[in-house]
């Protein structure tokens, strides 16, 4: 039989913006010239294992992907720090580069959606 899962409710902005996120423990990250390269464990998909199994001559399991951050990117994920919240990284990035505070509350919340989508960050809610 087939379970669907209920998604929580999506969020509403204000309440997404008091959210703060939370780095993934398992990432690593180094530096290089052109800013910070993430590395983080990914499970292999169940149907992704025949097809990996023939490639790459080996059983699946967990592998390692790397995702390299710009200067920008590098410096949003520099000020996560499991305190701070969305806002405050927003300003923060707004103050840093000279932007808007709306135009920078959008590029950081649509950057660490993707970092959410790899699961690098997850975002916790604040008691």
């Known amino acids: 039989m087939f379970f669907r899962t209920r998604k929580p409710p999506p969020l ?13 423990p398992e990432a690593r990250e180094s530096r290089n010239s052109d800013g910070i390269l993430l590395s983080y464990p990914v499970e292999v998909k169940p149907w992704f294992q025949g097809i990996f199994r023939r490639m790459a001559g080996r059983e699946p399991g967990i592998i390692t992907r790397k995702l390299q951050l710009d200067t920008m990117g590098s410096s949003v994920w520099e000020m996560i720090d499991n305190r701070r919240s969305v806002r405050e990284i927003a300003e923060l990035f707004a103050q840093g580069h000279r932007l808007g505070s709306r135009e920078a509350e959008i590029s950081v919340s649509a950057f660490l959606r993707e970092l959410g989508k790899r699961g690098l960050i997850v975002l916790r809610t604040q008691e």
């Open 12 to 24: 509403h902005r204000r309440q997404a913006l008091e959210c703060i996120p939370v780095r993934n």
